[in-house]
């Protein structure tokens, strides 16, 4: 969860300046602050309560290799729609994600799960706005947010890539597993979808890209990473 948050927040960050619009400008940059600021909230929790390293050091100090993020988040950000279209099927699956977090069994984590699900409420709203104005508008914005619907598509499906722990979270009541999670999040984004003229492609199960998880990076991550981490890079024991 963490890992995604940074590496998507990172990508989201790279329209600061670019928007097509000032509002947008300001828009994904206010959104990948709080993206870093949640995995910064999920790194805390990790050092807290298992003795991983300080969030700066787990961040910034580890090879794409050690990521677990998915595939998904560390793509290019492409055009605006593609950069908006992975906004929306990103923040709902983690608007879902961590609203049953806030049952999890695992108070420290409920705890967050409370605070965050609020502000991914704002992340939504914006994200579905702008499929609903683009998707049924002109036949070229129309266009364009179904080819990066079909572009994105097998990548988010990456995001639900079952872990394997995914047992044991559900026999401890930490979490209802991916699978869950998956489904639940089809069934919110398909009538939204549908309702901006747009159609979620059909794939096979092989096309889904699973591999993140697990390590498993595109060609993407490293360069990302190195960029990154630049300044820390120069002197890590530095204070400021």
Do not use: C
């Amino acid at each position: 969860m963490a890992d995604d948050e940074l590496i998507i927040g990172h990508r989201n960050s790279e329209w600061t300046g670019l928007g097509p619009i000032l509002e947008e400008d300001i828009a994904f940059s206010s959104i990948a602050q709080d993206q870093i600021g949640h995995a910064l909230a999920n790194y805390a929790l990790l050092n807290e309560h298992f003795g991983e390293p300080t969030p700066d050091i787990i961040a910034f100090s580890r090879n794409e290799k050690e990521f677990r993020s998915s595939q998904f988040v560390e793509l290019p950000i492409g055009d605006y729609a593609f950069s908006l279209m992975r906004h929306f099927l990103f923040d709902h699956a983690e608007s879902l994600r961590y609203s049953l977090l806030t049952e999890s069994s695992f108070a420290p984590l409920s705890s967050l799960a409370k605070k965050i699900k609020g502000e991914l409420k704002y992340h939504v709203l914006h994200a579905d706005m702008w499929v609903q104005k683009l998707g049924k508008g002109t036949e070229e914005s129309h266009a364009r947010m179904q080819l990066a619907l079909n572009e994105t598509f097998p990548y988010a499906l990456g995001m639900f890539e079952p872990p394997n722990f995914d047992r044991e979270l559900e026999g401890q009541n930490i979490f209802i597993g991916e699978t869950a999670l998956q489904t639940r999040w089809l069934e919110v984004i398909t009538p939204i979808l549908e309702h901006a003229n747009l159609q979620l492609p059909s794939l096979p199960i092989k096309e889904r890209m699973y591999g993140g998880r697990q390590g498993y990076h595109t060609e993407y991550l490293q360069p990302l990473i190195d960029e990154m981490t630049e300044v820390y890079r120069l002197d890590p024991a530095a204070t400021w």
